[in-house]
């Protein structure tokens, strides 16, 4: 099928391994006589499969006042996946009370007014916005596509050293107080709508005074940053293979970023299943591609326990994704499970099923 035919090490016996706690725990490793990713059919929801980000219809393209839309959710509210493609400013202000939000600039951009100052976001830019930061977005174009990364858990940078995989001096952005635009001037007339989002709905504050605006921090970190995925240095081991490293994490790892963008291995990744993590990719850009997730804003999903290979990264040409593993089992929502393709776990294309 798909993925052996193209792109496989090799002829049968097949390598397999199966590890714990993504790539940092226990793992045991055999041979198979056959390719074991392929299917020929499935049923039910813990299946592998891809969505076209960039086509998805949301909510908030329409109404200025709708919030993001969903498309994964978990049983454990861990970890939410949603996608905004606003095209007005937000008329009110929110601020999310149960979960960090980190946005991914696939397309367009847009600026994030904090009460720790503003922050511009552009493409391949991260920007976070921690639980409890209350923000206003204003998109910088009307193509804006924002891939949302929502997690009850902190985030918190974790690279294998203080320096080398991120220059952090040179490319960690911090939202900068500066003198305040009319809009968010105190004097401005009106009642400002805060919003608090928890996981059991909005509550509407109606305020007499923007909740914004700021003259000077005065003590601590801001924690509001920016960072682009072309400033994170994929690790590699001497050209050779082996597992990508994370750096971004959460308190107890429930979930982890990684840089999956192309890098000099020799060896594509074993055919493999990941007993504790949900799997997903999102393919940024090329000129290359990562097997066949070739379209810009391609995101694939493994449910834990699928067995899987991938293709190599090691493609000259060059192109940018990141790796998302989460201990939640995440499931699309209806409106995405609509849109999503069923997905061959080889090169990950559209599984033959669905052409
Ligand atoms: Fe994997």
Redesign the pocket.
């Known amino acids: 099928m798909t993925g052996k035919s193209s792109l496989a090490d090799g002829p049968p016996p097949n390598v397999h391994l199966w590890s714990r706690e993504g790539f940092l725990g226990a793992n045991a490793i055999g041979l198979q006589p056959g390719y074991t990713p392929d299917y020929e059919s499935v049923e039910g929801l813990h299946a592998p499969r891809r969505l076209a980000m960039e086509a998805f219809v949301t909510a908030d393209m329409s109404d200025p006042d709708a919030l993001p839309t969903p498309i994964l959710m978990c049983r454990t509210h861990e970890v939410t996946i949603s996608v905004s493609r606003r095209r007005e400013p937000m008329a009110f202000t929110l601020r999310n009370v149960e979960a960090d939000e980190l946005h991914f600039m696939q397309r367009g951009g847009a600026r994030f007014d904090t009460e720790f100052g503003s922050i511009e976001g552009g493409e391949g830019d991260f920007v976070c916005i921690p639980r409890s930061c209350a923000y206003r977005m204003t998109p910088l174009s009307g193509e804006l596509v924002d891939v949302i990364l929502e997690s009850a858990g902190a985030y918190r940078f974790d690279t294998p050293a203080p320096f080398g995989m991120i220059n952090f001096g040179m490319d960690l952005r911090r939202a900068a107080i500066s003198p305040m635009p009319p809009q968010m001037e105190p004097s401005a007339a009106g009642h400002h709508v805060l919003v608090l989002k928890a996981l059991d709905g909005l509550t509407r504050f109606v305020k007499p005074v923007d909740p914004l605006p700021a003259i000077v921090r005065v003590g601590g970190e801001t924690p509001v940053w920016a960072l682009n995925i072309a400033a994170v240095q994929p690790v590699s081991y001497g050209g050779l293979g082996g597992p990508p490293a994370q750096f971004l994490t959460t308190p107890r790892a429930e979930t982890l970023l990684y840089t999956l963008s192309s890098r000099q291995s020799k060896l594509r990744?074993p055919v493999?299943h990941?007993a504790d993590y949900d799997?997903f990719i999102l393919f940024f850009r090329g000129p290359g591609s990562y097997g066949e997730l070739d379209q810009p804003g391609s995101l694939s999903h493994?449910p834990k326990g699928v067995t899987?290979h991938?293709p190599t990264e090691d493609v000259p040409e060059g192109y940018l994704a990141w790796l998302l593993e989460t201990r939640a089992t995440m499931r699309f929502t209806p409106e995405a499970l609509a849109q999503a393709k069923l997905m061959e776990t080889g090169a990950y294309g559209v599984h033959p099923s669905e052409r």
């Open positions: 990744p493999h990941n799997e493994v899987h991938g």
